[in-house]
């Protein structure tokens, strides 16, 4: 592990992957290598959120660890056993997926009760192992799930009666009931719109964390990814490029890629590396503010949107780095379709990362500097 690495939780070793290969037999000559070489571990209660682009083997190495792949090579353990040859049934792992797959002709109580025996014998941790549980054990723990997703009183209802968002809820309920010792959440909110999105994760966060339960979760979405995880793991083609808390990602990407994956718009040459310019890291200068320290440059506004209360442009910004497209909040309102404006950057707001196309030692390309 890197120094920016940290554990998030600390205590006992959960889950570990080790070097782990999925390969998929395709038929052709080539195989494609869907997970290739990964080691990562989860420790006992944390959040672990697996991010990257479609494709990159998010699902692929989920479901390995759940047993629903073959593993091809290496080695994925829970709190130091080998679970090579143990059945999925059989790890007392939970699953939830982007559907929620709950049985459309039970109720909301029925779907989560259904969890309470679905577990299999080697799992969990808690008390209602083994699916031997009374019929008031059980209607307890049901109130008690329904309450902790925000679905008190729900009970009764017919599954097909609930929005996008109250189906993931009792399935994430469902997916707890037996107390699993890891849930594993591949992309279970990719359905819904982005606001319910938002506050779904919140609440994912809150019942994972108020639960105790160790989980790891699939997104495509960095957002999603920053809101519930204690520890974020960045995958591309099949490796896992880095892991780290949220803020340590954030400020460290490490490489060009994980930045531009997190949403860094533009990097430019500079002394130490590659400056890697925020999402925000750009502003347009009021006409006839006093030149930044950072530099300024000329471009020419393409578009203008207002969202959440500021407004961005869309520059052709004569930079550093030639002419490019990049977007700058707009503080002031100044900037108007098609109008000359001025854009400074905001250093608080941007990054280093390497630039592989300088070996170290070598001087940097270019500064950065700005031209007024
Ligand atoms: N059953 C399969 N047979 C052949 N190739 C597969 C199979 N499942 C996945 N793949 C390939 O493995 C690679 C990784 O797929 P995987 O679904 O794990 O990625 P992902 O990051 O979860 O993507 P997404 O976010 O789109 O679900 C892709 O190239 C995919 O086409």
């Not at 006093?290 to 949107?305: I, K, L, N, Q, S």
């Amino acid at each position: 592990m890197s120094p920016t690495t940290p554990r998030a939780t600390p205590g006992a070793g959960a889950l570990e992957v080790q070097d782990l290969v999925v390969r998929y037999d395709t038929g052709s000559r080539q195989a494609v290598q869907a997970v290739d070489g990964v080691t990562l571990d989860v420790a006992r209660g944390e959040t672990l959120a697996l991010l990257g682009p479609s494709g990159c083997g998010k699902s692929s190495l989920l479901r390995a660890v759940a047993g629903l792949e073959p593993v091809a090579s290496g080695r994925v353990a829970w709190g130091g056993d080998d679970l090579d040859g143990v059945p999925v049934h059989r790890r007392g792992f939970g699953l939830m997926f982007q559907d929620g797959q709950l049985f459309p002709h039970r109720t909301v109580a029925g779907n989560v009760a259904y969890g309470l025996r679905s577990r299999g014998g080697s799992g969990g941790d808690g008390p209602a192992g083994g699916g031997r549980v009374s019929r008031a054990e059980r209607d307890g723990r049901v109130a008690e799930l329904l309450e902790l997703v925000g679905l008190a009183g729900y009970g009764d209802r017919a599954v097909a009666t609930l929005s996008g968002g109250e189906r993931q809820r009792v399935a994430l309920a469902r997916a707890l009931a037996p107390r699993p010792r890891l849930l594993l959440l591949d992309e279970p909110l990719s359905a819904l719109d982005r606001g319910l999105r938002e506050r779904l994760a919140a609440d994912v966060r809150a019942v994972l964390h108020a639960t105790g339960t160790t989980a790891v979760f699939v997104t495509h979405d960095q957002d999603e990814a920053f809101t519930v995880a204690d520890r974020v793991a960045v995958m591309g083609g099949g490796r896992l490029l880095r892991v780290a808390t949220p803020e340590a990602l954030w400020r460290e990407p490490g490489s060009r890629e994980v930045a531009s994956f997190l949403g860094y718009q533009a990097f430019w040459p500079a002394d130490d590396g590659l400056l890697a310019v925020g999402p925000d890291g750009l502003r347009v200068v009021a006409p006839g503010a006093r030149p930044t320290p950072d530099g300024v440059w000329p471009g020419t506004v393409a578009e203008v949107v207002f969202r959440g209360g500021t407004a961005r442009a869309t520059v052709d910004l004569d930079g550093p780095a030639g002419l490019q497209r990049v977007v700058a909040v707009d503080p002031a309102g100044a900037a108007t379709l098609g109008a000359d404006v001025r854009v400074t950057l905001d250093r608080d707001l941007c990054t280093v990362v390497p630039d592989p196309e300088r070996a170290p030692g070598l001087p940097a390309r270019a500064a950065a500097d700005g031209r007024g």
